[in-house]
């Protein structure tokens, strides 16, 4: 199982800001999880935006990277405080 | 000093502790950010602050020691809001301490650039017409490149 958090604006995409999954077989890359979530909650590419982030185990990764050793991810629209 | 929490924040007190801690400094400016009344969107009800622990502390710390890198400072505190604000209420507050006045004034414009563009936080604004995420605007990253360009020169 991985917790998977989705930030900000897209939290309303998602309707939750947290869950546990079971990532099917054939998920292999970030870009994979972005596409079948994108598909799974009929975001119309939200997460499929080049400013949206993703983070494995709370380091920002590529688009390539493996989800292997993924126990945390998360979903980071546009960030900003102050 | 980085302080990221949903504990209310009293500017005046923060910089009390502060003056405190650099005495001796010589020159020390300070910055606070409320909630402000009204938005674009009509009058403001809420504002709600979502960060993403350790990463945003740790970002945070990042752009601090970046800033000590380039101006001397004797001192820097930097206290954060998360969770429900409403109008008035401290979401940031950000001192630097120095010998002399340019350094802290630079340093506190430098770390708000960070805060407001590149810090780990996301804000949900509340108004009569309901809750919309606030991005940065297209001023904030504008105003963010001002120090990439004085390092590139």
Not at chain 1, 12 to 22: A, F, I, K, P, Y
Not at chain 2, 79 to 102: C, L, N, Q, W
Not at chain 2, 104 to 123: I, N, R
Request: aromatic share 8%; glycine share 8%; net charge negative.
């Amino acid at each position: 199982m991985v917790k998977v958090i989705y930030f900000g604006r897209l939290s309303d995409v998602s309707g939750t800001s947290e869950e546990m999954l079971d990532l099917p077989q054939g998920l292999e890359t970030t870009s994979d999880l972005r596409h079948w979530l994108d598909i799974r909650f009929e975001a119309n590419g939200a997460l499929l935006e080049p400013t949206v982030r993703v983070a494995i185990n709370s380091e920002i990764v590529l688009d390539t990277s493996s989800l292997d050793d993924a126990n945390e991810i998360a979903f980071m629209p546009p960030v900003g405080g102050g | 000093m980085i302080r990221v929490s949903d504990e209310p924040i009293v500017a005046a007190e923060a910089l009390s502790e502060f003056e405190r801690r650099v005495s001796d400094a010589g020159a020390i400016v300070s910055f606070t950010g409320q909630v402000r009344p009204v938005s674009a969107a009509g009058p403001v009800a809420q504002l709600f602050l979502q960060a993403y622990f350790p990463m945003t502390e740790r970002g945070i710390e990042t752009a601090l020691q970046q800033a000590e890198q380039r101006w001397p400072l004797s001192g820097a505190l930097i206290v954060h809001r998360t969770g429900e604000m409403h109008p008035g209420d401290t979401i940031v507050f950000v001192a630097t301490a120095s010998k002399h006045r340019r350094a802290a004034f630079e340093a506190a414009d430098f770390l708000m650039d960070y805060l407001k563009t590149e810090a780990v936080f996301w804000k949900k604004e509340t108004t009569d017409g309901g809750e919309t995420w606030i991005e940065p605007r297209q001023d904030d990253y504008q105003d963010a490149a001002r120090w990439q360009t004085k390092e590139a020169g």
